[in-house]
């Protein structure tokens, strides 16, 4: 997922349940520049900046909110893109409950914090691999906007994914199964610090 609320949600994940998140979003309110008397200040730049800091944390699985409802009350208070510091998403998924020997329903959270990649790696992501339409939404955002976003959120459209660290618990194939059908997320591996594509129809484990 790229590093801002709004991406999160223009990629296709405005249903994700969160648990917790934490973030800021700022603005400048003003930028003047004065004459300086002295002979040794080359410019005086002057800055009012309007700043909001998020800390937030559900009380409980039932009291998540999605992402896209996030949204709506931080346009409320004027805030709409959050950069985001973690995000911690709840994912449905059925275990098999050794105790009541039947499956049981539960929410995985993952927590989601931002890593910088390189531009080249987004390159990696060609026309026969299926993260490609993921890709391609991400270009058609980037051409559009210039004309649909406001100058606050064009800022903020970098290319820094967030990323986590799956349970231990987890397999390759059981993270694949909770992800796939997830528009916004592309799946990695990590090897000897290195991260690849692990693209969703991939055999191998990680």
């Given at each position: 997922m790229l590093n801002s609320l709004r991406a999160v949600e223009m990629l296709g994940g405005a249903k994700n349940k969160v648990l917790a998140i934490t973030g800021q979003y700022s603005r400048a309110i003003s930028s003047n520049r004065i004459e300086s008397a002295c002979c040794l200040v080359n410019d005086h730049l002057q800055t009012l900046t309007e700043l909001y800091s998020i800390n937030w944390k559900a009380q409980g699985d039932q009291e998540s909110q999605t992402i896209e409802a996030i949204l709506k009350l931080l346009e409320i208070e004027g805030c709409p893109d959050l950069f985001l510091k973690s995000i911690t998403v709840l994912k449905p998924?059925?275990?098999?409950?050794?105790?009541?020997?039947?499956?049981?329903?539960?929410?995985?959270?993952?927590?989601?914090?931002?890593?910088?990649?390189?531009?080249?790696?987004?390159?990696?992501?060609?026309?026969?691999?299926?993260?490609?339409?993921?890709?391609?939404?991400?270009?058609?955002i980037r051409k559009n906007l210039s004309v649909d976003l406001d100058e606050e959120t064009k800022k903020r459209w970098r290319d820094i994914l967030l990323i986590n660290y799956p349970?231990?618990?987890?397999?390759?194939?059981?993270?694949?199964?909770?992800?796939?059908?997830?528009?916004?997320?592309?799946?990695?591996?990590?090897?000897?610090?290195?991260?690849?594509?692990?693209?969703?129809?991939?055999?191998?484990?990680?």
């Open positions: 998924w059925t275990i098999y409950d050794t105790n009541l020997l039947q499956d049981r329903q539960t929410n995985i959270p993952f927590i989601f914090h931002p890593h910088p990649f390189k531009p080249s790696v987004f390159e990696r992501l060609k026309g026969r691999m299926p993260s490609f339409p993921l890709y391609s939404r991400m270009k058609e349970h231990k618990s987890l397999t390759n194939e059981e993270i694949r199964n909770i992800w796939k059908a997830d528009p916004s997320v592309i799946l990695l591996k990590e090897s000897k610090g290195k991260f690849d594509f692990m693209e969703i129809d991939e055999s191998k484990g990680a």
